[in-house]
């Protein structure tokens, strides 16, 4: 009826009202979580496959709201990516990571490193460099110690341009990783004209490689790929045993999934690890 379409109208009006301002109190909110120390890091290993070593640690922030609410990253990223605040937000990251990751080198646990994700915003934004130089300066980071992670996706949105952010950050001793390869459908061509250490293969055909061929094959063509430029492999998201004998098979370098460990707060992995500098 008219009536029933007018209300339904207006109750349209109102939801999109309400997800408005809902999102602009959560860019606000966000914009003081530094501030509020709201936001934390948790880190997850990164397993040498066949020695069963820890290589590696990846850096995860979490944002718990004074609500107690924890929001995820896949939320709050991307907010704070189109607001701008991801750049003041990822220094902190990358500054309370190298603080880290110094107390970690002092203890004794080297030839590890610590890997950082790095959204496009930041890449491309021109602090980038001396912050990360001035950063590995405070805190006397050593060359290969500390690795960007960079999505396959914002790398190719502008290739000429990443080439020349990805030297720079190099010549400070940062190590890159392509993040979440697969899922790009980058053309392999442009791979070659990175420089790059690392690709890691998206979680998704991880997980089905059990069941799918395509996505065995997908997985093999990867690690085949990446070896023929010299490039590390580190398969995401492996669950099971079996997944790992699988990349074990395939000559995959590195593991990171629940079968090893969620990402976990510093002090959880210095119980875990903690004679891994040994
Ligand atoms: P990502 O970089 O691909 O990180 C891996 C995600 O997979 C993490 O989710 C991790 O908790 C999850 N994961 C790890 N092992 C497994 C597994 O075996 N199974 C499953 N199902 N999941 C697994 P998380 O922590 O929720 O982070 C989501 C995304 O948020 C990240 O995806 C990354 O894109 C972004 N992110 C997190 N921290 C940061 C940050 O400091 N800066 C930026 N720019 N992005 C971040
Ligand atoms: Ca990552
Ligand atoms: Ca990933
Ligand atoms: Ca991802």
């Not at 979490?62 to 701008?84: K, N």
């Not at 496009?120 to 980071?141: D, T």
């Not at 089905?208 to 061929?213: G, L, P, V, W």
């Amino acid at each position: 009826s008219k009536m029933g379409g007018r209300n339904r109208y207006q109750f349209y009006i109102a939801s999109i009202d309400q997800q408005l301002r809902q999102r602009r109190q959560m860019e606000t909110d966000l914009d003081n979580a530094l501030a509020n120390r709201e936001l934390y890091l948790l880190y997850q290993p990164q397993i040498e496959l066949g020695s069963n070593k820890v290589v590696g640690v990846e850096v995860l922030l979490r944002w718990q709201r004074r609500s107690g609410d924890l929001v995820s990253p896949e939320t709050f990223i991307p907010l704070a990516e189109q607001t701008g605040a991801i750049v003041k937000i990822g220094e902190w990251v990358l500054e309370q990571t190298c603080e880290q990751l110094r107390d970690w080198l002092d203890i004794g646990w080297r030839d590890f490193r610590i890997a950082v994700n790095l959204s496009a915003v930041q890449l491309h934004h021109e602090g980038l460099e001396s912050a990360i130089k001035r950063i590995m300066i405070a805190h006397r980071i050593p060359p290969g110690a500390l690795e960007l992670e960079i999505t396959e996706t914002s790398l190719m949105q502008d290739v000429e341009t990443a080439r020349k952010k990805l030297l720079a950050l190099r010549k400070l001793g940062v190590a890159i990783a392509i993040d979440d390869f697969g899922t790009g459908h980058s053309s392999l061509a442009y791979l070659k004209r990175l420089p790059l250490d690392k690709i890691k293969i998206d979680r998704s055909f991880i997980q089905d490689m059990q069941t799918s061929n395509d996505d065995a094959t997908i997985v093999r063509t990867i690690i085949q790929l990446s070896h023929s430029l010299q490039l590390k492999v580190l398969a995401e998201g492996v669950e099971t045993r079996e997944t790992e004998q699988l990349l074990v098979r395939l000559g995959c370098d590195e593991g990171q999934g629940y079968l090893y460990s969620k990402p976990v707060t510093a002090e959880a992995l210095m119980d875990k690890y903690g004679r891994f500098g040994d």
